[in-house]
């Protein structure tokens, strides 16, 4: 079975520090993998750097066998919330639909079956009540919902997340990762930057752990290890399963 993604030796920095060292690991398709890591330790950096949004020092990065450029269409991106302007003047509607722009063409008015399959991502959201609402009102778990109907709407085959379940409530967490074990059940791949280590083990199959370098990466239920997180969080973590006292 084909890698849907392949890595290897990526090397990346900010203002001559680096972030990723040597990172190298490879995705099989249908899966649902978490990115954890500390503070720092070069996640979204990592997203970044794939989708060629972040300069490279090293390494190289392919995707269904060939380089970003060529398949970029079939690839869907939801960034941090907290990068995004939300004060832009724009609907909901309008902003599943920048998703679909592939599809559209630049400079040309989106046609009946686009709105119809934009609306189809809201409602599979639960927000096609919020379509005609400017992004600005929205709160930040229907933000949420809004960026990752964007992505869907692309009917993409390799999903990328970072950190889609920060700072959301309850019911929004549930409809987001509904969303995603929907995708994987029907052989989508997905990443996801997540920071919650104890959801790790009931959200994802797959799990990379992540500090600066590749740490582990693997099913959830060999990787995901007392030793590992331990690795990763520098020794200091104490372990999800223990009390205090």
Do not use: C
């Amino acid at each position: 079975m084909q890698a849907v993604l392949k890595v290897n030796g990526l090397t990346a920095s900010y203002h001559r520090n680096k972030v990723l060292d040597q990172v190298s690991f490879e995705v099989k398709p249908g899966t649902l993998t978490a990115i954890v890591g500390p503070n720092g330790a070069g996640k979204s950096t990592l997203l970044k750097a794939l989708l060629q949004q972040h300069p490279t020092l090293a390494g190289e990065v392919s995707f269904f066998g060939s380089p970003y450029p060529k398949v970029k269409a079939r690839i869907g991106y939801v960034p941090q919330r907290g990068s995004v302007d939300w004060d832009f003047p724009t609907h909901a509607l309008d902003v599943v639909l920048m998703g679909l722009y592939g599809q559209i063409g630049w400079l040309k008015w989106p046609k009946k079956d686009h709105r119809e399959k934009a609306m189809q991502a809201l409602m599979e959201m639960g927000m096609e009540d919020y379509a005609k609402r400017q992004i600005s009102q929205l709160s930040g778990g229907q933000q949420q919902r809004v960026f990752l109907a964007r992505a869907l709407a692309q009917d993409a085959d390799l999903y990328f997340l970072d950190e889609p379940l920060a700072g959301v409530d309850a019911t929004t967490e549930r409809v987001i990762m509904a969303t995603l074990n929907a995708l994987k059940n029907k052989g989508k791949t997905v990443l996801v930057v997540h920071h919650d280590l104890q959801t790790v083990e009931d959200y994802f199959d797959h799990v990379l752990l992540l500090n600066r370098t590749v740490m582990a990466h693997g099913p959830t239920a060999d990787s995901f290890t007392k030793e590992t997180i331990g690795r990763t969080y520098g020794g200091v973590l104490r372990w999800m399963g223990e009390k205090s006292g």
